[in-house]
């Protein structure tokens, strides 16, 4: 296995809580380096495309809402098996049933329910690729996502 990269996403409760130092501390910890990153306030229309896999559940208003309430700071993570061994970092989609069954995980940590969980990642490669690609530039040049004035802060 070489070399993978994943998208990370502190949501806008986790950058409004203050809590980017607490997981950089922890992605520097776990081994990753983090390649590209930027601050980014997603409108309904980016947030809806970015979430399209789940337009048709009932919690998509909601989710579209949280996502563009605020900035979320948006990283590519890279290591060794990086897509598996972040989302066991973040833990279960649900913070509140993350701080019993996984305490020591970021939505343990900073996450408050299943809507408002804090930080994003990948789950798949075809889905780390895609959420990359969405974000920032591929080497080729095709764009995507928009807003790519705020990269590298
Ligand atoms: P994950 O972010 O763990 O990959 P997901 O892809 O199933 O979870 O859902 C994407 C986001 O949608 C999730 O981070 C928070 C929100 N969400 C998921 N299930 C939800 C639910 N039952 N009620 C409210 N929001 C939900
Ligand atoms: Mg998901």
Redesign the pocket.
């Known amino acids: 296995i070489g070399r993978e990269a994943t998208l990370a996403i502190i949501k806008p409760d986790g950058l409004l809580g203050n809590y980017t130092e607490t997981i950089k501390a922890t992605i520097a910890h776990s081994g990753f380096k983090i390649s590209r990153e930027k601050v980014v306030q997603l409108d309904e229309e980016g947030a809806a495309s970015f979430?399209a896999?789940?337009s048709t559940?009932?919690?998509f208003h909601?989710?579209i809402k949280y996502m563009t309430s605020g900035p979320v700071l948006v990283m590519v993570l890279e290591k060794e098996n990086a897509i598996s061994h972040w989302?066991s970092l973040?833990g279960?989609?649900?913070g509140r049933k993350a701080k019993i069954t996984h305490p020591d995980s970021i939505r343990a940590i900073c996450g408050t329910?299943?809507?408002k969980?804090c930080v994003?990642?990948s789950?798949s490669p075809q889905s780390s690729e895609r959420e990359i690609s969405f974000f920032f530039d591929i080497p080729s040049g095709s764009q995507r996502g928009g807003d790519d004035e705020h990269d590298e802060l």
Do not use: A
């Open positions: 979430y896999e789940h559940k009932k919690f909601g989710l989302r973040i279960p989609t649900d329910d299943v809507e969980n994003h990642g789950d």
